[in-house]
């Protein structure tokens, strides 16, 4: 199952007590990075995270605190004998500046490969290094530069009844196909379809990630029903609210409201401003509004 860690919470620039936000997904030795601001390589070091594992990067947008930490993390990765290309995902219009981040690196022992997103719609494609059943979507945000969010949705197999392929007389060298969804001949000729040892299909797991945006109606609809929810809540005060209008950012109750529509099952909030040093404050008021939101800190963990 998907391992979550969030690395930091932190917006604008890092503290003695709290990184940059960044979110960490495993699955099955394989990982994602989701931003990558100023010393997220000792952020993993910190929560006990293997960056060699790492194949993909998703970046959200050209601000300094979710991008100046890629020549460090990658000069990290390249120090622990990577030799496989790195996958970088980003907007179109974060280009220019990634690409001169990454020329400060010299020479890596390993292929950065950039691809480029549309920041003004949305778009879908397959993560095939971490597994042919992962997703990433995006969609266009509203910040002060052009900003995309991100959401993971992985499909699982349906459940194999091994009990009803053995009362059929299959061999198990043909359960793998099966479960794959293939149906395969026996030597006896009998044709047996997936349906025949499939018991259920299982639901997808969603995880979103929305930082930094107005709370625009159309994120509503893209993390319904997720997983997991991680978004931005610079303040809890409500008479910030005018202020981070006008600066492209939600407050925490933006994101509860959000989190309500949407029906999600867990809300994760980060990317706290350097001011916000105690949200837990917010936190009865938030939970009127969202029950299940949690007032992340650094290292948060969860298993799905």
Not at 133 to 152: E, F, M, Q, R, W
Not at 164 to 172: F, S, W
Not at 270 to 298: C, G, M, Q, W
Request: proline share 6%; hydrophobic share 35%; with cysteine.
């Amino acid at each position: 199952m998907p391992e979550i860690c969030l690395l930091g919470t932190g917006g604008m620039l890092p503290l003695k007590n709290r990184f940059l936000t960044s979110l960490y997904a495993e699955y099955n030795g394989k990982a994602v990075l989701i931003d990558c601001g100023e010393g997220t390589q000792v952020a993993l070091a910190q929560h006990g995270l293997k960056m060699s594992r790492i194949e993909n990067i998703f970046i959200t947008h050209s601000h300094a605190d979710h991008i100046t930490g890629l020549p460090g993390l990658l000069l990290s990765i390249g120090n622990c004998s990577r030799t496989m290309p790195l996958d970088i995902y980003l907007p179109e219009s974060a280009e220019e500046m990634v690409r001169n981040l990454i020329s400060v690196c010299g020479g890596l022992p390993y292929e950065v490969k950039i691809h480029l997103l549309p920041d003004r719609n949305t778009t879908a494609f397959t993560a095939e290094k971490i597994d042919p059943l992962l997703t990433v979507s995006t969609i266009p945000l509203a910040h002060s530069v052009n900003c995309i969010g991100y959401k993971l949705t992985l499909l699982r197999k349906p459940v194999f009844e091994p009990e009803k392929a053995r009362q059929l007389g299959i061999p198990v060298r043909y359960w793998k196909t099966l479960h794959g969804g293939v149906g395969v001949t026996l030597d006896d000729g009998r044709k047996i379809s997936p349906s025949d040892v499939i018991k259920e299909q299982r639901k997808p797991i969603n995880i979103s990630y929305i930082t930094d945006t107005l709370p625009v109606d159309e994120i509503t609809d893209f993390v319904r029903n997720s997983d997991l929810f991680v978004c931005e809540g610079m303040y809890g005060d409500i008479s910030k609210k005018q202020s981070m209008n006008e600066k492209g950012h939600m407050l925490m109750q933006d994101a509860c409201e959000i989190a309500s529509k949407a029906d999600v099952r867990n809300l994760w909030l980060t990317h706290y401003s350097p001011a916000e040093s105690n949200p837990e404050v917010y936190e009865d008021e938030l939970k009127s509004i969202f029950e299940s939101v949690n007032i992340s800190r650094d290292g948060d963990k969860l298993s799905l």
